[in-house]
């Protein structure tokens, strides 16, 4: 697990108010719906990420990515900002 994994999983936390943990966000047998992350927690993640990566999530494109910790740390190399 790398600090960008660790970072996800700590901004996930706080955007789902504490429903989805940090070791929570880490187990990657299923996706954060699953686990009890809700759509304003999706929004507010989309926008922590864009905060804090200057990246452009474009809510009209397949956003399936943002079900898991490593489909974000690979949207975020893609973007080349980790």
């Known amino acids: 697990m790398s600090d960008v994994d660790t970072e996800i999983a700590e ?4 955007t789902s ?3 989805v943990g940090k070791d929570l966000a880490l187990d990657e047998q299923s996706n954060l719906l699953e686990k009890g992350f809700s759509s304003l927690s999706f929004l507010q993640l989309i926008d922590a990420l864009e ?5 452009y999530i474009d809510l ?3 956003t399936t990515f ?7 740390v690979r949207f975020l190399k893609d973007q080349n900002v980790v």
């Open 11 to 14: 901004l996930i936390a706080e």
């Open 17 to 19: 108010g504490g429903a």
């Open 51 to 55: 905060t804090r990566y200057g990246v």
């Open 60 to 62: 009209e494109e397949d």
């Open 66 to 72: 943002l079900g898991r910790v490593s489909g974000i």
